[in-house]
């Protein structure tokens, strides 16, 4: 599967609105500059690169600047929260007194990239669109303390050490910033051609072995866990693994045998959170059984959105608890799923 990429357009150029526009930062504004530089979910924009001449990367979420016009961070959904996310003040006022120069940079840094779903669903995915348009300059990506699988993965899918820059929060400034149009996770299902070239870029490059085929995967989620707890996660694994499934901590796995071992599996369980990105990845046709907190659902369907794309099974069990955190599942009700569906 090919792409429909331009190479790079310069967002400077006469032809696009002023970026002054932005000295007052509104929601219309900012929400025109984002059509240029983000994929436009309704229309039929390619995907591709902007460059942005002489901008500076700020703050620990890795803001943009033009001049002193703050540009809203990247991964900001506008259609789903229908208002401007204004940054954080504290954060984009920050300034380092040393500052690191760069050639060409694409940045891969944002304010979500310390979760996992987030990092694999809005920021690596812009690898791919930037080396599918040509793109051979500098990554620059989270500090390990922050996301400690950004360097994995980026060296899973063959960017060299050399072409990687960590963020260390000085500020950088880039001769040339280049700016992916695919931009969010939770919209991947508004652009299939791109997020199935992804998943089938992923799966290529990190193989499984024979060995894993086939698995039925049971997402643990450690007793440290403080959000999303699975009060009763040892009733259900135990009503599971009558059926063939295996306890599996992702995080405890290097990311490249996580993927390896999602690749070719059949089914998982597991509650909403990080640990069902790999839902993507798994064989297509798959089941998938997501445990949520009471309520969630209603507000979060970015992994039913997943299961859409890829044909899986998808099915939601909700918490008996009636609260946003702790998770309590009916046994009876998940036996009741699984012996349907397998």
């Known amino acids: 599967m090919s792409l429909e990429c331009y190479r790079i357009r310069d967002i400077s150029s006469p032809s696009y609105p002023s970026l002054s526009d932005l000295q007052e930062v509104r929601f219309a504004e900012a929400a025109r500059l984002r059509g240029l530089i983000c994929r436009d979910m309704y229309g039929d924009s390619p995907y591709g690169l902007?460059?942005?001449?002489?901008?500076?990367?700020?703050?620990?979420?890795?803001?943009?600047?033009?001049?002193?016009?703050?540009?809203?961070?990247?991964?900001?959904?506008?259609?789903?929260?229908?208002?401007?996310?204004?940054?954080?003040?504290?954060?984009?006022?920050?300034?380092?007194?040393?500052?690191?120069?760069?050639?060409?940079?694409?940045?891969?840094?944002?304010?979500?990239?310390?979760?996992?779903?987030?990092?694999?669903?809005?920021?690596?995915?812009?690898?791919?669109?930037?080396e599918e348009s040509g793109f051979r300059g500098t990554y620059l990506i989270p500090s390990p303390a922050m996301a400690p699988w950004a360097s994995e993965s980026l060296a899973i899918v063959g960017i060299p050490g050399d072409r990687v820059l960590a963020r260390d929060g000085r500020d950088l400034h880039a001769a040339r910033l280049y700016i992916p149009t695919y931009f969010c996770g939770y919209n991947a299902h508004h652009n299939l051609p791109f997020i199935q070239m992804f998943r089938d870029w992923i799966r290529s490059c990190a193989p499984a072995a024979k060995s894993h085929s086939h698995k039925r995967i049971f997402v643990g989620r450690r007793s440290a866990v403080q959000h999303r707890k699975v009060l009763n996660q040892d009733e259900l694994f135990a009503v599971a693994s009558k059926l063939g499934f295996e306890s599996v901590f992702f995080e405890e796995l290097p990311l490249r045998e996580q993927l390896a071992l999602a690749s070719t599996s059949e089914a998982m369980i597991g509650a909403h959170g990080s640990g069902l990105t790999h839902t993507l990845f798994m064989n297509a046709g798959s089941l998938v059984v997501e445990l949520f907190p009471f309520t969630r659902r209603q507000t979060n369907d970015c992994y039913e959105q997943l299961s859409t794309i890829t044909g899986h099974r998808y099915h939601p069990i909700e918490s008996e608890l009636d609260q946003e955190s702790d998770i309590r599942i009916s046994p009876p009700i998940l036996h009741a799923r699984l012996t349907q569906e397998l």
């Not at 942005?52 to 703050?59: K, S, V, Y």
């Not at 959904?77 to 690191?100: A, G, N, Q, T, Y």
Request: aromatic residues 12%.
């Open 50 to 130: 902007y460059m942005l001449p002489h901008a500076t990367i700020r703050g620990d979420s890795g803001y943009i600047f033009f001049g002193e016009t703050p540009i809203v961070e990247q991964n900001a959904d506008f259609l789903r929260h229908k208002k401007f996310l204004r940054p954080r003040f504290d954060d984009i006022s920050k300034r380092s007194d040393e500052v690191v120069k760069a050639d060409e940079i694409v940045s891969l840094v944002s304010r979500r990239h310390n979760c996992f779903w987030h990092w694999m669903m809005d920021s690596l995915p812009k690898v791919l669109l930037a």
